[in-house]
């Protein structure tokens, strides 16, 4: 069973491209973070949220607490932002992060 | 000071020997967490520490053993690890785990091959 789903599992984009990234999870949540990890690296926290919408620079993160869903929007992308994007709920009975499987990012210059 | 420091960053061992994997914040956080991520897989939980007491377990062999000998370090020892075991160890914090808008910060992970 999976907890947290996320779509597409892998997206090529063209450089200035608008790219969005979609999770929904089925676990009680307080908070979800949004992390980015690029090729055999660790892991960096772009956003937490838990409720409404957050901007970094180019990059969205919004969070519908009633529907169980997030997106990650990333806009004029570059090809810096290649990496793979997972999305991570925080369960608040569950006491632990969950995570999705990942959107791997491709961009081409 | 928003960093997890991870040691070693990489790590060669054999299947007789023990090793230990350290982290360390300095954040204040009263939860530790040790997880594995295989390639192209996502992060999978092996232990929760809260308030230096393990309170998670994912039923994790017991080649891992944890520890938490005070609030700003996690260890992970590693003994008579199986080739399978080679993956990605990331550690984690974050606030305590009843606390709302709980906010992790990972470390770069240690990359751990088993020979």
């Known amino acids: 069973k999976n907890e947290v789903e996320q779509s597409p599992q892998n997206l090529t984009a063209q450089e200035g491209e608008f790219i969005t990234i979609n999770c929904s999870y089925s676990v009680g949540i307080s908070a979800l973070h949004w992390l980015q990890q690029h090729p055999g690296g660790g892991i960096v926290s772009l956003f937490m949220?838990?409720?409404g919408k957050k901007k970094h620079g180019r990059l969205i993160a919004t969070i519908n607490i009633q529907e169980k869903h997030s997106s990650l929007h990333i806009t004029a992308s570059h090809p810096r932002d290649s990496a793979v994007y997972i999305c991570g709920p925080y369960s608040n009975t569950g006491n632990q992060f969950y995570f999705g499987t990942g959107t791997s990012l491709t961009v081409i210059p | 000071d928003t960093e997890v420091t991870q040691t070693p960053k990489h790590l060669v061992m054999g299947m007789t020997n023990k090793k230990s994997l350290k982290c360390e914040q300095h954040?204040?956080?009263?939860?530790m967490y040790w997880y594995k991520q295989k390639a192209k897989k996502p992060p999978e939980l092996m232990f929760v520490y809260s308030y230096e007491k393990l309170s998670i377990n994912e039923s994790v062999p017991s080649r891992f053993s944890p520890e938490c000998p005070n609030s700003s370090l996690l260890n992970l020892h590693l003994h008579a690890l199986q080739p399978e075991d080679s993956a990605l160890y990331l550690c984690?914090?974050?606030?305590?785990?009843?606390?709302?808008?709980?906010?992790?910060?990972f470390g770069q992970g240690t990359r751990l091959t088993v020979v």
């Open positions: 954040m204040g956080h009263r939860a």
């Open positions: 949220l838990s409720s």
């Open positions: 984690a914090s974050s606030q305590p785990l009843n606390r709302v808008r709980t906010e992790a910060f």
